[in-house]
């Protein structure tokens, strides 16, 4: 399985951002897989944004919610990630990654990353 993050490295304030995860080796409609999005800001930790499930239905990150909305292309095989209203705090490098299952389960693909900066 491969996953490979798309989308622009500069955004400006107060607009939206807008990445793609394009997912190659294996269908992000199969049972049981969750398709999440992760970000980490210079100097931070990772910070889970949400995920999409196989079934198709999100769940996002209760500090984020009200920005973030995550979707997907089933004839791609992509998911999509987009967040609103950005400031430079999310300035940071934004992955997409897979796991079995809600519960503590590991993420067992990880796309490689992108950098996204926010900045006028």
Known sequence: VQLQESGPGLVKPS???????????????????????IRQPPGKGL??????????????????????SISRDTSNN????????VTPED????YCARKWGVGGSPYDYWGQGTQVTVSS
């Open 15 to 37: 607009q939206t951002l807008s990445l793609t995860c394009t997912v190659s080796g294996g269908s992000i409609t199969t049972n049981y897989y969750y398709w999440s999005w």
């Open 91 to 94: 300035t940071a490098v934004y």
């Open 78 to 85: 992509q998911f999509s990630l987009q967040l609103s209203s």
């Open 47 to 68: 910070e889970w944004i949400g995920y999409i499930a196989y079934s198709g239905s999100a769940y996002y990150s209760p500090s984020l919610k009200s920005r973030t």
